[in-house]
């Protein structure tokens, strides 16, 4: 008897992300850079809120997009704190930011389609394309800035192209699409029967600059899926918890996907959504711009390339003068040096790593201390 499994999850290899950061937990002595996730705790009254929701026995099945009074919440905070206008039945409440994004790409693939993928990129996109028995076609950004080259993207775009996935602040760079390259891109989209998903978890962690959504280019309404989160911004990781918004006919068919995959979101934590959108997060932005000019500093003074990051927690830190390969270079810097960053190949992009910053100055300081004397022996 033989047993077989659906091709494309056999082929797809689990996160080389998550992989290298075991690797690193697993290494005595070493000091980690490697986690996407701030060093901080849910704020009191957020976690408050799920207590007290749990103490009035909110356990029931909730509606399966979630609870009017959070669709209408997000509606608000989308209108008030970033100018999109998404009605409560434009909007979804998803287990976390990647099931919006399995339940974006399951609505509007079908086998053979192309996805564009400016890389750098999270590899959770790659991944979701593949299991979806789709192309995925990388547009790299490295040499360009990490703006998109509008030359290239029309190059890359083909009659199968379905999608292109937009993240700013981006993982790993930190880095926003600047207005003009926005426009450029909205341009070659514009009349294109092509969608535009914009992964904005970042949104709220932006630290210089004046900060664009591709959400903004509501004439291309019917083509843009929104997605956030509540993991970054407020301390929210395990919680598990975010949210999808588009137009009516397509949030429609997103809300089949996600009634068959998940039905819902707890019921309790949708309480704490609320408050969490009540949530001043300035702070926390305050926090890690002050990190990042300090790692950014750091970085430069010891000689190694990397673009200062407007946003997100995260450096990607040019490496190719070392003539290895990034996963080489990533498991000697671990094995010789006791500092764990994870390679760049596991976004898309060979020559770099990426160091996160979501970590006390303590420990920062001890990490960039070590990066610094293991440089000097190569
Ligand atoms: N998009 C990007 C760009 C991310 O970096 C992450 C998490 N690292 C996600 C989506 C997934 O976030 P969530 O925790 O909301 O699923």
Redesign the pocket.
């Known amino acids: 008897m033989e047993l077989t499994l659906n091709k494309a999850v056999t082929q797809v290899e689990l996160s080389g992300i998550r992989q290298f950061t075991y690797l690193v937990r697993d290494t005595p002595g070493a000091c980690a850079l490697t986690i ?1 996730e701030p060093d901080l705790n849910t704020p009191d009254s957020i976690k408050e809120a799920a207590k007290a929701a749990l103490d009035d026995n909110d356990t029931h099945y909730p509606p399966g997009n979630g609870y009017p009074y959070l669709l209408e919440a997000v509606s608000r905070y989308e209108a008030e704190q970033h100018g999109l206008h998404y009605g409560p039945s434009e909007i979804i409440m998803t287990v ?3 099931e919006a ?1 399995a339940a974006a790409l399951s609505t509007i693939m079908n086998p053979g389609d192309e996805v564009i993928i400016p890389t750098p990129a ?1 590899g ?1 996109y790659e991944a979701l394309v593949q299991l979806r028995e789709g192309v995925p076609v990388n547009l790299p950004t490295e040499h360009n800035h990490y703006q998109i080259a509008p030359e290239e993207l029309r190059a890359a775009i083909t009659p199968k192209t379905k999608a292109i996935i937009l ?1 700013s602040p981006n ?1 790993p760079t930190g880095c926003i699409y600047t207005k003009e390259n926005l426009d450029a891109i909205h341009d070659i989209l514009k009349d294109k029967p092509i969608f535009v998903l914009c ?1 904005d ?2 949104r709220s962690l932006v630290y210089s600059g004046e900060y664009h959504s591709f959400a903004e280019y509501q004439d291309m309404r019917d083509r843009i899926i929104v997605i956030n ?1 509540f ?1 970054k911004p407020y301390a929210m ?1 395990g919680w ?1 918890l ?1 949210w999808c918004m588009a137009d009516g006919p397509i949030m429609d068919r997103i809300q089949v996907y996600h009634q068959y995959a998940v039905t819902s979101i707890p019921a309790f934590v949708q309480r704490a959504c609320v408050k969490a959108l009540e949530t001043d997060v300035s702070d926390v932005v305050e926090l890690f711009r002050k990190r990042r000019d300090y790692v950014y500093r750091r970085l430069v003074d010891m000689g190694l390339e990397v673009q200062e990051p407007e946003g997100a927690f995260y450096m990607f830190i040019d490496i190719r003068k070392y003539g290895m390969d990034s996963n080489t270079f990533c498991t000697k810097m671990l094995r010789e040096g006791l500092v764990g960053v994870i390679p760049g190949i596991h976004f898309g992009t060979e020559g770099y790593m990426r160091l996160s910053y979501c970590y006390s100055d303590a420990d920062l300081k001890e990490g960039l201390d070590r990066i610094e004397k293991f440089i000097k022996t190569l």
Do not use: I, K
């Open positions: 996407g976390g930011a990647t994004l999270f959770l993240t993982n992964d978890v970042y989160s993991s990781t598990r975010g």
